[in-house]
């Protein structure tokens, strides 16, 4: 089995770089770089798509601030939920009326 290489978000951006150069082209790059041209491709695609947040790494995607903001309030609204059902689960059960009280007097000895 073999294991996957990583490369790094900047290695990525500068191969893209290379590639685009009229004297050296993908196909060169890719050769010179030791990666498939169709690597190279999908890297350059990903790129184009989302700019500057390309490339995060380890599988994360960039949020934006909103959607770091609306993460974060869906995080505090379940455990918000879950400390309601806690407490709800808490609550003393009322006694039932109690007409009368007794009194057992134990005897000494």
């Not at 500057?52 to 869906?74: D, K, M, N, V």
């Not at 379940?78 to 109690?98: F, N, V, W």
Request: proline share 6%.
């Amino acid at each position: 089995m073999t294991t996957r290489k990583t490369y790094t978000a900047e290695f990525k951006r500068q191969a893209i770089e290379l590639a685009a150069r009229e004297d050296v082209g993908p196909i060169r790059a890719a050769r010179d770089l030791g990666i498939s041209p169709s690597v190279l491709y999908r890297w350059r695609l990903q790129a184009q798509k989302a700019g500057t947040a390309a490339f995060p790494g380890q599988g994360r995607t960039t949020l934006t601030p909103q959607e770091q903001e609306i993460q974060r309030l869906q995080k505090e609204v379940e455990i918000l939920r879950q400390e309601r059902e806690i407490l709800k689960k808490q609550q003393p059960s009322l006694p039932k009326k109690i007409s009368k009280v007794r009194v057992h007097r134990c005897s000494p000895g």
